[in-house]
């Protein structure tokens, strides 16, 4: 089992930036592709930004491209989600997902395990 917790939501205005951490515990967080999925209100959930196991492979979505930057701390067990240039749009519910098997499953939406999401909102 791998427990994941979201941190470093909250309120920022259109251009501003926010840091989201998602911290695991319970297994070895190095074994594990990690990403961030995000769902606004009305909205299904989307894929943002996903990262290897190793950190190699990175992925995103055309949305957040040149804006948003994933990256992991495989010795402190944390992801990240570095958000810049933020929207209105992005304004939604973060979410932090992790898979023992690949980052296609990541990508997907079908991880292993979740957490329970982090609000951001970026004002007009």
């Known amino acids: 089992q791998v427990q994941l917790v979201e941190s470093g939501g909250g309120l920022v205005q259109a251009g501003g930036s926010l840091r989201l951490s998602c911290a695991a515990s319970g297994r070895t967080f190095s074994s594990y592709a990690m990403g961030w999925f995000r769902q606004a209100p009305g909205k299904e959930r989307e894929f943002v930004a996903a990262?290897?196991?190793?950190?190699?492979?990175?992925d995103y979505a055309d949305s957040v491209k040149g804006r948003f930057t994933i990256s992991r701390d495989n010795a402190k067990n944390t992801g990240y989600l570095q958000m810049d240039s933020l929207k209105p749009e992005d304004t939604a519910v973060y979410y932090c997902?992790?898979?023992?098997?690949?980052?296609?499953?990541?990508?997907?939406?079908?991880?292993?395990?979740w957490g329970q999401g982090t609000q951001v909102t970026v004002s007009s």
């Open positions: 990262v290897s196991r190793s950190g190699s492979t990175i």
């Open positions: 997902t992790a898979d023992r098997l690949s980052i296609r499953a990541v990508v997907a939406g079908t991880g292993d395990y």
